[in-house]
């Protein structure tokens, strides 16, 4: 936790530099302005991730970050297609692109780890995800603690930026979405943080106080489904299921399902959530948008706290409404928007 508060810094650092761009934008055009959100949040997403996973070395993981965003795009352009065994070897162009761009990511991971590595005598490993992840494992602990290759260590950074930067930009950007569709929610929301925050930029403590503020996830969720297979044959709800079998479990439909959550499944309501997560639904797991048990998500405080800061600090400095949102969720790992948000926002300074 009082990792997390360090990284909060980060947070709020990076999300000031954004809303003070936003503020030159509004002050030029007289205090009200229409901005693509989605695209700025991914953006933020990007910065913040690249600082907490790389610490000083973030601009090197930045273009880390975009190389690896570059495979991703690749990847997914032939996501929906047959894919025809044996494919991914042949020298086409789409491969050709593909392997000198993991190439690229690879050799700049290794030199950000081996940089941090020949610092640490001097200034430690650092604090950042890199850092943790390679004091967890150094050599000095003996082998009571897990020891990676280089290869591992690369895969989870490639892993933190994966798992980490859609999911929880698309978290802010409906968050925002269902904001500016629900001015009383705003409004609420900004009296709440209005009292424990003032015009400061909120700290961990002033974020535990907000009774409001509670990112409704069930509402937003960027992830639609999760699967898993089956280890041993199993009876499950009165239905056997054979070893090997694959099992789709859709969060979008169970956390709109009226059994569980009651008649008003469908609705945004803040307040669902006021004496916990375990106590929103008849189920105590019944909120899967971070899935549920060992393989839950490991980044599931660290996009909450996130989503909280940059909440709190917009509506701290703008009143939002989005008439021209053209609602087309679009399914592609995550739910995006497909033609994005965009938001007109008025100053609340100027
Ligand atoms: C709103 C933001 C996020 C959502 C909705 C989300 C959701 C999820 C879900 C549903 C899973 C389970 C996937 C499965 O089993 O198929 C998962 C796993 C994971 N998440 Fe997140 N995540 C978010 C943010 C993050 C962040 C910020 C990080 C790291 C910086 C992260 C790291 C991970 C990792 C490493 C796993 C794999 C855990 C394992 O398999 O043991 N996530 N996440």
Known sequence: ????????????????????????????????????????????????????????????????????????????????????????????????????????????????IMTQHANKDVVG?????????????????????????????????KTFFFAGHDTTSHLLTWTMFLLSTHPDWQEKLREDIAMECGDEVPTGDMLNKLKM??????????????????????????????????LTIPIATIHRDKEVWGEDADEFRLERFENGVTRAAKHPDALLSFSSGPRSCIGQNFAMIKAKVVIAMILQRFFTLSPKYVHAPTDVITLRPKYGLPMILKSLKL
């Not at 894919?83 to 000198?100: R, V």
């Not at 602990?141 to 895969?155: A, K, N, V």
């Open 1 to 112: 936790m009082d990792k997390l508060k360090m990284m909060m810094m980060t947070m709020s650092d990076c999300s000031r530099s954004m809303m003070s761009e936003w503020e030159s934008e509004l002050g030029a055009k007289g205090g009200l302005a229409e901005i693509e959100l989605s695209r700025r949040f991914e953006e933020l997403t990007a910065d913040v991730i690249s600082h907490v996973t790389f610490g000083s070395s973030y601009k090197e993981g930045k273009q880390v970050f975009l190389a690896q965003r570059e495979l991703q795009f690749l990847a997914f352009s032939t996501f929906l297609t047959v894919q025809i065994p044996g494919f991914s070897y042949l020298l086409t162009m789409k491969n050709f692109k593909t392997w000198s761009l993991d190439k690229k990511v690879r050799g700049m991971l290794m030199d950000i």
């Open 125 to 157: 490993y650092g604090n950042d995800l890199l850092g943790l992840l390679l004091e967890a494992c150094a050599p000095e602990h003996g082998e009571s603690r897990p020891q990676l290759s280089m290869d591992e260590i690369i895969d989870e950074c």
């Open 213 to 246: 503020v509670n990112i409704d996830p069930k509402a937003v969720q960027p992830k639609t489904l999760i699967r898993r297979k089956v280890g041993t044959d199993i009876e499950l709800g009165g239905i056997k299921l054979p070893e090997g079998a694959l």
